[in-house]
């Protein structure tokens, strides 16, 4: 285990609606060290970027965090006031969204908004924000980047705007980059070369990232380690070799066989029975057992804990040191 910047332990995130409290997180802890790419993967629903907006301090109304810490850089986050957390939203922690096009402002210039992120956190002036907004332009391997600065987010394509969004949350250097379904949007041969160039910047500019994903296959190719999420509720975490090689947890399991596999490729791709819970009433015991063909009696009784197995690998399951879980990448070989 290397050296810990960011640290989340019992997050509990709820959103209080007229139809009743909502708990989009429940309980969650993981860590992300220096230096290392962490994955944060589940489906819709699972509360994957509540988790992110909840790290940021913007969790929108009616939702609140009600219980758990965040420490980032030893600095407790929970309980900061506004004023401080926009000195650490931008400069220290940058964020991409999901969605560029409804993210970037239609009425401004790229190089307008890029520049604006710079002025605000490292009091620099107009002209020298906008030589670094061009410069990161070029970073992110947007061509013609005098040109492209002074356009308009809808003169530029889906791949464009995307790198544009990432150059944003990278204008201040930040310790830590969260990236929330990044790649969602675009198309396949887009998707693998805006990740590969995250990577290479998260190793030129010795950063550490928060990747948000229900890709699989995009954690595998880039990230260190993983956290497997389901209704709110961590399942499982570990390296993503331990975790794909060996599966713990049989949402974990699932997840892994419904992703298409090129050796498997003549088998019967598996779907998961069902759909995430209503979070209004969630099941009772083990949220994940409705769904699972492994439930037992105790599974729907009692709320698992998340047990620890290996030095940096835990699961929250009953039965997890009793089964024999499958996964594609361990049955090809």
Known sequence: MGESLLEVDRLTTRFYTWAGVVSAVEDVSFHVD????????????????VTALSIL???PPP???????IHFKGRELVGLGEREMQGIRGREIGYIFQDPTTTLDPVYTVGEQIGEVIRR?????????????RELLGLVEIPDPEVRANQYPHQLSGGMKQR???????????????????TTSLDVTIQAQVLEMMDDLKARLNMSMILITHDMGVVAETCDRVVVLYAG??????????????????????????????????????VIPGTIPNLLDP?????????????????????????????????ACHRARELQLGSPLRDAA
């Not at 439930?295 to 030095?311: G, S, W, Y």
């Open 121 to 133: 956190h490292q009091n620099a002036s107009r002209r020298d924000a906008s030589v670094k907004a």
């Open 63 to 69: 939702g609140k965090i009600v219980a758990g810490s």
């Open 34 to 49: 220096r230096g290392e790419t962490l994955g944060i993967v589940g489906e819709s629903g699972s509360g994957k970027t």
């Open 283 to 315: 099941p009772t015991g083990c949220r994940f057992h409705p769904r699972c063909k492994y439930a037992e009696r105790v599974c729907a009784d009692e709320i698992p804990v998340l047990q620890q197995f290996e030095e940096d690998r835990k699961v």
């Open 164 to 182: 544009i969004a990432i150059a944003r949350a990278l204008s201040c250097n930040p310790s830590l980059l969260i990236a929330d379904e990044p």
């Open 233 to 270: 509720q961590v399942c499982e975490t570990g390296t993503v070799e331990e975790v794909f090689e060996s599966p713990k947890h049989p949402y974990t399991e699932a997840l892994l066989t419904s992703v298409p596999h090129l050796a498997l490729s003549k088998e019967k791709l598996m």
């Open 57 to 59: 301090g913007i969790v």
